[in-house]
Structure formats: structure tokens, C-alpha cells
């Protein structure tokens, strides 16, 4: 079984500075791993992805994430933060065969203050 | 433009009532996803579709019914018996489930508002 655990339900942060929102998972197989971002009442665009290779993955709008296997992390940076940065954050994590889809963590709610 | 089409956005509904969610997309993908989004609670899997004809039950079915019957096209029934129906849906497709690219290309979303 998976699992995704994002450890900050709500990370404020001020206009241009940076972030990191956490995301940690569990599994007993090889990983994928995912970052998705949700504007209000709208559905999910994909931010990056892991599938293999370099373990710094660069992303759009800026962002990047590191798999770290020893520490099974996925965490999520931007190095400076616009407005237009404030959303809902997911992590997700598909493992195995891959036929259950992806698990998703609960989200992380980023709230850039001006 | 290819993608996922979800309507209505909004969907207003009285308790007791079967209401269905519409999920279009014209991808080509095999497999398609309903989710259902609760603040704080993240998305949680109700079923999913690896071809046409086929589905299966994810974490949370009880209360849902689907059916597959065009590649395209996978609509979802909140039935009365779900006991808490007010919630975001989303619907999602990937090119076929077991792909381990996983990625998932995800609609706009309903919101279900039940009184």
C-alpha cells in the first residue's frame, strides 16, 4: 500500500521570498511521485513529476522539487513567490503495477502575503 | 482543443434525489477517474475505469454508481444513499491505468451542492 503525508495543511509566506512545502510517502515498491496545483474551483494541473533519473526535477511556473529515497521526501521550492503562487499544492505518489492510479496527500493551502 | 469536460459547474440538488455528473474527454485515454474533494480531506478515489465496459470501486464507493460505456465518457450518479453528498468532483483520465508515467489530466470539476 501508499501513502502521502504533506505535513503543513497552510504555509504563509511573503511575496518574493522563498518556499518549501513538504510532502513525505510510503511504499514497499519503486515510486512516482507527483506535484499537482489547484487555482480556486478549478481542477488540478500537473507542476512536475518524478519517474526517474535526476532527483532535482524542474518544474513549471517556476518551481522544482528533489526525491530523496533515504529520507522518502518529495518536497516542493520556489526560490521567490508571486500572488499568483496562491493555490492548493498536492502531492501524489503512484507505485507498483500502477493500476490503482495515484494517491493523493491531503493538500497544502500556500497563502502569499503582499 | 483536446481535454476533460465536466458540466455542470455548479449543480443544485434536494435531498433523496439520484443526480448524475457528466465526464467527456477527447484524449483518446483508456482510463478515467472520479474523485471527490472535501476541504482539508484532499481527493479520495469513489471509481475508476481501466477500459471501456469496466470499473472499479476506489475508497469511497458507497452512494456512487457509474457506467462505461463510451471510450469518451464516464459519468458518475450520486444516489440517495450517499449520506454526505455536498462536495467538489472531479473527473480525470490517464492514458491507460497501469501505466506507470501515471499522470492524470484533470476536468474543471462540479460542485454538488445537496439541501
Known amino acids: 500500500a501508499q501513502s502521502v503525508t504533506q505535513l503543513d495543511s497552510q504555509v504563509p509566506v511573503f511575496e518574493e521570498a522563498p518556499v518549501e512545502l513538504r510532502c513525505n510517502y510510503s511504499?514497499?515498491?519503486?515510486?512516482?511521485l507527483f506535484w499537482y496545483v489547484q487555482y480556486p474551483n478549478q481542477g488540478l494541473q500537473l507542476l512536475l513529476k518524478y519517474l526517474s533519473g535526476s532527483t532535482l526535477v524542474k518544474g513549471i511556473n517556476g518551481f522544482e522539487a528533489e526525491f530523496n529515497k533515504s529520507q522518502t521526501s518529495f518536497h516542493l521550492r520556489k526560490p521567490s513567490v508571486h500572488i499568483s503562487d496562491t493555490a492548493e499544492y498536492f502531492c501524489?505518489?503512484?507505485?507498483?503495477?500502477?493500476?490503482?492510479?495515484?494517491?493523493f496527500g491531503k493538500g497544502t493551502h500556500l497563502i502569499i502575503q503582499p | 482543443d483536446g481535454g476533460i469536460t465536466q458540466s455542470p459547474k455548479y449543480l443544485f440538488r434536494k435531498e433523496g434525489q439520484n443526480v448524475t455528473l457528466s465526464c467527456e474527454q477527447n484524449?483518446?485515454?483508456?482510463?478515467m477517474y472520479w474523485y471527490r474533494q472535501d476541504p482539508g480531506q484532499g481527493l479520495r478515489l469513489i471509481y475508476y475505469s481501466q477500459i471501456v465496459n469496466d470499473f472499479q470501486k476506489g475508497d469511497i464507493a458507497e452512494g456512487y454508481s457509474v457506467s462505461r460505456e463510451k471510450k469518451e465518457s464516464f459519468p458518475l450518479t450520486v444516489t440517495s444513499a450517499q449520506k454526505n453528498p455536498t462536495a467538489f468532483y472531479l473527473c480525470?483520465?490517464?492514458?491507460?491505468?497501469?501505466?506507470?508515467?501515471?499522470?492524470?489530466?484533470f476536468g474543471p470539476g462540479t460542485r454538488l451542492t445537496v439541501t
Open positions: 501524489a505518489v503512484i507505485s507498483g503495477g500502477g493500476a490503482d492510479g495515484l494517491t
Open positions: 511504499s514497499s515498491v519503486s515510486v512516482y
Open positions: 480525470a483520465s490517464s492514458i491507460q491505468a497501469g501505466s506507470l508515467s501515471g499522470e492524470q489530466y
Open positions: 484524449l483518446n485515454h483508456d482510463a
